[in-house]
Structures are given as structure tokens and as C-alpha cells.
């Protein structure tokens, strides 16, 4: 393994990367390595970073290799091994005098981002280069950046984490079980309201969800909008997206890609469908995920699956069918 790794973090001067970037340079998140920033904004705000910069240096981080900013994306690109594309425009702001209130609102204002990075990416990343959208909508704009990579050794993920670190804390909530004691709490689908996080295949203390929650009524009426719905419940409660914790999900699956999953267990994270789980083949969706030792991210695929989770999961992906349809212009 290489003794240092470069991460892009585009959106640089945002909400969410405030929080993100210092911990990519904790020494946690990536151990021991050295870790090289390159950090990206738009021209108007570009500038911006400098103090963000200087910041980095004040807080004496050992870990923390070279520091760069630039506007010019194909230049951070060089040669990255990780891109956490954060830089887009977020929900519940006015933009052309237009309130933002769904995510899906957003695709025809940040899907062209992903055209152009999405090509330098391909062109210039590593060629095993891992890449995390966070920006809105996450799994359409990972869907048209990984069909303007063009580089089928690059790994391509959109953001479920928060949705699953919410679930998470319902469930510990509901049951009073300590927040470590929930593994395995699958979102599947889109990062939209209809995404679907999964009661029946959580391990709450080491049992089944299926076994442990034993209420349908609660589970359908309470945990799955409210994890379908915490983003808006977010914005409506701070006038802004989520950040900080947006930011520690970033974290959490960083760091769940750079080391092997423990046997039995699996983390969130939306990806290119194989067919796995009769979900069409090329759709970007929210999966149950290991990493191997070898260092490979595959799907776990020996779950179950009820008739309610593929009533459910059947929604949210024809949602992204209908996502993929309004983005057809933009797949060249
Ligand atoms: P923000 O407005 O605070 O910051 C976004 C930054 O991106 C701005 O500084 C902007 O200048 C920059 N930017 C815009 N276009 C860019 C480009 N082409 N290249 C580089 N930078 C660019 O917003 P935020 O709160 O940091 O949220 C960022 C995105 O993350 C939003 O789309 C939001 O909806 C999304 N989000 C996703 C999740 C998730 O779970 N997937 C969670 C929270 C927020
Ligand atoms: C979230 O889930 O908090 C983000 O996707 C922001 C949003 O628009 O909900």
C-alpha cells in the first residue's frame, strides 16, 4: 500500500466540507498514510479557500502531506486515488426564484457538473481511483459521472451512509441498544424519499430485525419515513442541509472501503448494479456492500428479501428509471 493517498474534495468551500476536510487529515480515517489535499471551487469563490487553507495548517495535524486549491478540476484530478464530490448546489435554497424543495429538483442544476468531471476523472484519476458523490441528486449524478469516466477500473458510489447512520439512531432509540449494537442497516435504492432502509435485515444485538422489531405498524408508519424524510426535517429545523453529519457519513464510508469488512457484516453505499437483486444492470442504487481483503468492494448478495422490501426497493427504482430517462442528454 502506498504510504500517502490524494484526495479530491470538490465544494471545498461549503457547509458540509468545513467538517469533512480536517478529518480527512486526522490520522484516522486513513491510518497512518500522509494524505494529499486538492481542493476545488468555482472561480467566484476559489479564493475563499486560502483561509480554509491557512486553518489547516493552524491545527497541526501530523498526517496531514501537501495542500493545494484550485478552480481548474482536471488539475486537482492528477492522479487521485479518491474524489468525495461534494460541490453542488444543495435543496431548500431559492434559485432562479424558485424554492429547491425535492432533490430530484436539482438534477437539471448539478447533473452537468458531473459531465465534465466525470471525464477528467476518467482521464486523469487513478486508474483504481475511488469516487464518492455527495452532491444532490447523489445517485443520478454518480450514475452520469461514471458514464463520462469511462474508466470501468474506477469505483463509482453515492452517498447512503447518512441515511443509514439515521436509521441507526432510530433503532437504537426504539430499542435501547447502544448505536455500535446496529449492524448491517442496508438502505436500498435511491437517496430520495423513496428510498427504502431495511428493518428486516438490520442486526440489532446480534439478532435479525425481522425477529427483534416485530412491528410492522411501527415500521411502516414511523422508521421508514422518518429516515426518508430526516433531510427535509433537517433543513426545515436549520435553514440549511445537513452538514456536519453529511460530512462523518463521508468519513464513515471512506473508511468503509479502506478496510475489509468484518465476516457476517455489510455497509451502505449506492453503487453500479450487476443485476444483483433483479436491479437493472448500470442503475446507481443503494446496496449492502463488503470489502474484501484483497481490497475489492463487492455486494453481499446472500440476503432475503419480503415481498413488502421488493414492493418498496420496486419504487425507488423506478424512480431512478425515471432520473436515468431525464438525464438522457447528458450520456454521450
Ligand atoms: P454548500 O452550498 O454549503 O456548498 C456547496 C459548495 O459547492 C459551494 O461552495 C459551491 O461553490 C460549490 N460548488 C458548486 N459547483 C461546484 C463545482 N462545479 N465544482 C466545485 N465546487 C462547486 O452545500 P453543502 O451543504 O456543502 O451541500 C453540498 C451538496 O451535498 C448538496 O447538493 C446537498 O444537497 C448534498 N448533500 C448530500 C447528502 C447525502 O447524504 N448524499 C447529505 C447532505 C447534503
Ligand atoms: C440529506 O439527506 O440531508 C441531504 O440529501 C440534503 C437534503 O436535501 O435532504
Not at 501530523?62 to 486515488?81: C, I, L, Q, R
Not at 432509540?173 to 437517496?191: A, Q
Not at 453481499?300 to 442528454?329: G, T
Amino acid at each position: 500500500m502506498s504510504s500517502s493517498v490524494k484526495v479530491v474534495v470538490t465544494g471545498a468551500a461549503g457547509q458540509i466540507a468545513y467538517s469533512l476536510i480536517p478529518r480527512l487529515v486526522d490520522g484516522k480515517t486513513f491510518g497512518n498514510r500522509k494524505v494529499d489535499l486538492s481542493l476545488v471551487e468555482i472561480p467566484q469563490v476559489v479564493s475563499k479557500l486560502e483561509g480554509l487553507v491557512m486553518e489547516l495548517e493552524d491545527s497541526y495535524f501530523p498526517n496531514m502531506g501537501t495542500v493545494s486549491y484550485t478552480d481548474d478540476f482536471k488539475e486537482a484530478s492528477k492522479d487521485a486515488d479518491w474524489f468525495l464530490l461534494v460541490g453542488s448546489i444543495p435543496r431548500g435554497i431559492v434559485y432562479n426564484g424558485k424554492k429547491i424543495e425535492e432533490r430530484s429538483d436539482l438534477l437539471s442544476i448539478n447533473g452537468g457538473i458531473f459531465v465534465d468531471q466525470g471525464q477528467a476523472i476518467g482521464s486523469y484519476g487513478k486508474m483504481d481511483a475511488k469516487i464518492l458523490v455527495v452532491g444532490n441528486p447523489a445517485n443520478t449524478n454518480a450514475f452520469i459521472g461514471k458514464n463520462a469516466a469511462k474508466n470501468n477500473s474506477q469505483f463509482w458510489m453515492a452517498m447512503t451512509m447518512l441515511d443509514s447512520n439515521r436509521a441507526k439512531s432510530i433503532i437504537s432509540k426504539k430499542t435501547n441498544s447502544n448505536i455500535s449494537d446496529i449492524k448491517n442497516m442496508i438502505i436500498w435504492g435511491n437517496h430520495s424519499p423513496t428510498m427504502y432502509p431495511d428493518a428486516e435485515n438490520v442486526i440489532i444485538n446480534g439478532s435479525l430485525g425481522s425477529i427483534f422489531l416485530n412491528d410492522q405498524c411501527w415500521i411502516e408508519e414511523s422508521f421508514i419515513p422518518s429516515v426518508q424524510q430526516r433531510g427535509k426535517a433537517v433543513i426545515d429545523a436549520r435553514g440549511a442541509s445537513s452538514a456536519t453529519s453529511a460530512a462523518k457519513a463521508a468519513i464513515d464510508t471512506v473508511i468503509a472501503c479502506e478496510q475489509p469488512t468484518e465476516s457476517g457484516f455489510c455497509f451502505s453505499a449506492a453503487i453500479t448494479s450487476d443485476g444483483s437483486y433483479d436491479i437493472p444492470e448500470g442503475l446507481i442504487c443503494g446496496f449492502p456492500l463488503i470489502r474484501l481483503d484483497n481490497g475489492a468492494i463487492e455486494i453481499k448478495r446472500d440476503l432475503s428479501l419480503s415481498e413488502f422490501a421488493k414492493e418498496k426497493i420496486n419504487l425507488s427504482i423506478e424512480e431512478l428509471l425515471a432520473e436515468k430517462e431525464a438525464v438522457e442528454h447528458l450520456m454521450k
